[in-house]
Nanobody, 129 residues
Framework: QVQPVESGGGSVQAGGSLRLSCVVS????????MGWFRQAPGKEREGFAT????????YYADSVKGRFTISRDSAKNTVYLQMNSLKPEDTAMYYC??????????????????????WGQGTQVTVSS
């Protein structure tokens, strides 16, 4: 059973940084799409970053572009999300998700929940002002 597992959440002051990790276990695919999503209280879950694990190609939503960086360590089946210059509005539950056996073109645009088959349980990020 493929299972993404997030870690690295926590509380930080505005302007600070956090790095989230997501380990994807039990996958036999060498190239697939990983996405990061977040859901703030009372809001819908939104996707904001993707990475194609084969080439390392990435996509970012405007809300995080220039502040967040998604990367991967293929040998460890791990995807990272480096978050800098955090703002209170970044406070949310953060989820990673995997899309296996999907064309890479789906990974080069704003991520949609329907594209992703496997989801982690989430890790909380809280940014205080």
């Amino acid at each position: 059973q493929v299972q993404p597992v997030e870690s690295g959440g926590g509380s930080v002051q505005a302007g600070g940084s956090l790095r989230l990790s997501c380990v994807v276990s039990h996958t036999t695919y060498s190239s697939y799409c990983m996405g990061w999503f977040r859901q703030a209280p009372g809001k819908e879950r939104e996707g904001f970053a993707t990475i194609w694990t084969g080439s390392g190609s990435t996509y970012y939503a405007d809300s995080v572009k220039g502040r967040f960086t998604i990367s991967r360590d293929s040998a460890k089946n791990t995807v990272y999300l480096q978050m800098n210059s955090l703002k209170p509005e970044d406070t949310a539950m953060y989820y990673c998700a995997a899309a296996l056996a999907k064309p890479s073109v789906l990974c080069s645009r704003n991520p949609r929940e329907s594209t992703f088959d496997y989801w982690g349980q989430g890790t909380q990020v809280t940014v205080s002002s």
